[in-house]
């Protein structure tokens, strides 16, 4: 956790905790994070109340006596900022801040922030839990996705590089409709331009910038369309894996299916890169064996072959 979020947390739930309004003053002594000059202290407070606000947190301003013109204090009144989740796990909130992780530095990091700081405020211990060893973060840049959504919104067409399923690298034009996430993964749904039809792409497999372009002519959204419909009849090769019990988490969260033979998983993992799902294949050692397709098992084969050369 960064320093600046948990100087947040803590003014947070200083203002929370008091029954009165309390002083720049006595928040420079009591609430930890708060260091340097009274200058520098006096920014730092002032960005904080800013993000706070921007985060739906309500401050109060006053003064202890009405009547006086007693220097301003600060409060947050608890029934403002409540909220009413019933009973919140200790796994649940490990579950929500492993997702607001996985959203840093995306377009909703903002929105993941503000509730994984509201969370923490309410005091709920977090466990260790067995979940990955790894957050995957998401691959597009807030920059992408909110191009995306403003063309969804708008109708207007995305522009961009795409890696085809014969590893090529084609030019797409698309006037974009849909943005959903499976398996982990975002896709993106649209209208190909070249050949006027509904198409699906995984945004991970975009390279470059996604460029937008004004569209001046009228569009209806397709009758019928279901999202997650178009992405079950989408073909795709799949790679068969043998991962040890235990092992493996980054190829667990890509599989689409686990069979359970003792020692071992087997898992059926999607092929949308081979070259980078051999990479992950390597990075894991003995704890995993390829089975299928014979171009990923060659592939493997070589890439170890050629780090044993390079170190004899």
Same mark, same amino acid.
């Given at each position: ?6 100087? &947040? ?5 200083? &203002?929370?905790?008091?029954?009165? $309004? ?6 420079? =002594?009591?609430?930890? /994070?708060? +260091?340097? !000059? ?14 706070? =606000? ?17 220097? !301003?204090?600060?409060?947050?009144? #608890? ?5 009413? %989740? ?10 929500? *801040? ?22 923490? #405020?309410? /005091? ?8 990955? /060893?790894? *957050? ?25 590089? $795409?890696?085809?399923?014969?590893? +090529?690298?084609? #030019?797409? *034009? ?5 943005? !959903? ?5 975002? $896709? ?5 331009? +070249? ?44 790679? =068969? ?16 299916? #686990? ?7 087997? &898992? ?8 980078? &799902? ?16 014979? +171009? %990923? ?7 170890? =072959?050629? %780090? ?5």
């Amino acid at each position: 956790m960064s320093r600046k979020i948990e100087r &947040l947390i803590n003014l947070t739930i200083a &203002l929370l905790a008091t029954k009165r $309004y309390i002083t720049k003053a006595e928040i420079f =002594r009591t609430v930890e /994070g708060y +260091e340097g !000059s009274a200058e520098t202290k006096e920014r730092m407070f002032e960005r904080d109340k800013d993000d706070l =606000r921007t985060l739906g947190i309500t401050i109060d301003v006053g003064s202890f006596d009405p009547l006086f013109n007693d220097e !301003s204090g600060y409060r947050i009144r #608890s029934e403002s900022y409540q909220l009413d %989740l019933g009973h919140v796990t200790p796994t649940e909130i490990a579950l929500l *801040s492993l997702a607001a992780d996985a959203w840093q530095g995306a377009a909703l990091e903002d929105a993941a922030q503000s509730a994984i700081l509201k969370l923490k #405020s309410i /005091g709920v211990p977090a466990d260790s839990l067995e979940l990955p /060893g790894v *957050s995957v973060k998401l691959s597009n840049s807030a920059t992408d996705l909110n191009t995306i959504t403003a063309a969804i919104a708008d109708s207007n067409f995305l522009i961009f590089e $795409y890696v085809s399923a014969t590893m +090529e690298l084609q #030019s797409r *034009s698309i006037i974009p409709f849909a943005l !959903s996430n499976k398996n982990g993964f975002w $896709y993106l749904t649209g209208i190909d331009q +070249e050949i006027f039809e509904i198409r699906t792409f995984r945004l991970d497999r975009i390279q470059g910038e996604i460029e937008q372009k004004l569209n001046k002519e009228a569009f209806e959204f397709p009758d019928g369309f279901e999202i997650y419909k178009s992405q079950e009849s989408s073909t795709q090769e799949n790679a =068969r894996i043998d991962v040890r019990k235990g092992k493996g988490f980054s190829l667990r969260a890509l599989a689409t299916s #686990s069979q359970d033979f003792g020692e071992w998983d087997q &898992l059926e993992v999607p092929i949308f890169n081979l070259e980078s &799902l051999a990479s992950q294949i390597l990075w894991h050692g003995l704890d995993a064996f390829v089975h299928q397709p014979a +171009e %990923l098992k060659q592939h493997v084969v070589r890439q170890l =072959r050629q %780090l044993v050369a390079n170190h004899e």
